[in-house]
């Protein structure tokens, strides 16, 4: 079974710094997705970015950008000059390929953005 | 575009008292999920489906059933409700060939069971 793990339950920045969270995973699959959904105070589940595993280049969505190393499970969201709408919850999520979709979240990290 | 459609948004329910969370999608796609999030947490995967006829347990299926009947519609059943239940539930939809497996999200149901 697949498991995703953030290890930050919490982060606050100042507003125009640049912040990453992390995200490591557990798998056996060698084909997959990796996902970063914002959930902001609206409950609503956004996609941010999406990275497929056998790209080597990195995904990058305007101000936000993914560092995904395969080798070490790992898969970090990079967002640039933070604005005060970034402050949401960010979850990682993974998803294979072969077989049945299921897609499977992290805990989430709490981000918070500060004027 | 309508998207991924969820009633209702609110429910309170009596311990042991039964009710069906609706979710229908217009996207045609073949996948569909069910996740509760609880207060503070990650989404846990309750049931999902491959495609109308197939369904089958995610990681917290205990209390709960499902049935898909046609691609748009994949409703969630709860039976004898209990406060452990509490929680919002989302569903989810998406399409299971590359590039276009994003999944997208209703827009939530805040359930509570006193």
């Known amino acids: 079974a697949q498991t995703v793990t953030q290890s930050q339950p919490e982060m606050s920045v100042q507003e125009a710094e640049t912040v990453t969270l992390s995200c490591t995973y557990d798998?056996?699959?060698?084909?997959?997705?990796l996902f970063w959904y914002k959930q902001p105070p609206s409950r609503q589940m956004i996609l941010v970015i999406r990275?497929?595993?056998?790209?080597?280049q990195n995904a990058t969505e305007n101000r936000f950008s993914v560092n995904f190393q395969k080798a070490a499970k790992s898969f970090s969201l990079k967002i640039s000059d933070s604005q005060l709408g970034d402050t949401a919850m960010y979850f990682c999520?993974?998803?294979?390929?072969?077989?049945?979709?299921?897609?499977?979240f992290g805990q989430g990290t709490r981000l918070t953005i500060n004027p | 575009n309508a998207g991924v459609t969820q009633t209702p948004k609110f429910r309170i329910l009596k311990i042991g008292q039964s009710m069906t969370l609706q979710c229908t999608q217009d996207?045609?796609?073949?996948?569909m999920y069910w996740y509760r999030q609880d207060p503070g947490m990650g989404l846990k995967l309750i049931y999902y489906?491959?495609?109308?006829?197939?369904?089958d347990k995610g990681e917290v299926p205990n209390g709960y059933n499902v049935s898909r009947s046609t691609t748009e519609d994949f409703p969630l059943r709860l039976e004898l409700a209990a406060p452990s239940q509490t929680s919002v539930y989302f569903c989810?939809?998406?399409?299971?060939?590359?590039?276009?497996?994003?999944?997208?999200f209703g827009q939530g149901t805040r359930l509570t069971v006193v």
């Open positions: 990275q497929e595993a056998y790209k080597q």
């Open positions: 798998t056996s699959e060698n084909n997959y997705y």
């Open positions: 989810a939809s998406s399409y299971s060939q590359a590039p276009n497996t994003e999944a997208f």
């Open positions: 996207m045609n796609h073949n996948y």
């Open positions: 999520a993974f998803m294979k390929i072969q077989g049945a979709q299921k897609l499977v």
């Open positions: 489906s491959v495609g109308a006829g197939i369904t």
